[in-house]
């Protein structure tokens, strides 16, 4: 996995991208289809799928991820039972409004700007969710966000400046 993110982070996408499917095979193998950690690399195959501007298996990368996010969350315990249940459950909010910009994203590249909204729009009730439930300030927020919907926010807001 340090291999997949330091090629990420280095730009190097086609091979971060052969990285994180041996983790993703591995993991499968091991953990189960189905099981969360696989999620999160099959986000990060997305975004670096994303950067090399393959978009249409970048969404299947993070339809994904988010129908495993979602099924997980939907089999978790309450959260009141233990802080671990709680903590595990906010992760999994905070991935899974992650990985939701990144479908707004791209859907928001295709012209598709109606479901880019939905998306986009259960991205942000999942971020209140998480937020109004520990109390995190801005900065703890946004380390969490990947770079496909730091690219797609800070576009949004030139373009709302140039409009201005």
Same mark, same amino acid.
């Given at each position: 996995?340090?291999?997949?993110? !330091? ?18 095979? %591995?993991?499968? #193998? ?10 999160? %690399? ?25 129908? %495993? ?5 939907? #089999? ?7 802080? $671990?249940?709680?903590? +595990?459950?906010?992760?999994?909010? =905070? ?14 590249? !295709? ?5 880019? %909204? ?8 999942? $971020? ?7 109390? =995190?300030? =801005?900065?703890? +927020? ?8 730091? +690219?797609?926010? $800070? ?10």
């Amino acid at each position: 996995m340090e291999e997949a993110n !330091w090629n990420l982070e280095s730009k190097q996408f086609a091979k971060a991208i052969d990285a994180f499917r041996d983790a993703l095979h %591995i993991r499968r #193998n091991f953990l189960g289809p189905r099981h969360p950690k696989c999620s999160k %690399i099959l986000n990060n195959i997305g975004c670096a799928l994303y950067s090399m501007e393959e978009y249409e298996e970048s969404k299947q990368a993070f339809d994904e991820a988010l129908d %495993i996010q979602r099924e997980t969350l939907r #089999n978790l315990p309450s959260a009141e039972g233990t802080e $671990s249940n709680g903590m +595990q459950s906010n992760a999994l909010l =905070l991935s899974m409004a992650s990985t939701l910009c990144n479908i707004g994203s791209i859907k928001l590249r !295709w012209g598709d700007y109606d479901h880019s %909204i939905v998306a986009l729009d259960e991205a942000l009730l999942v $971020s209140r969710t998480k937020l109004v439930s520990v109390h =995190l300030s =801005l900065p703890q +927020q946004r380390k969490t966000y990947s770079p496909v919907h730091l +690219q797609w926010y $800070s576009s949004i807001f030139r373009s709302n400046s140039r409009s201005l």
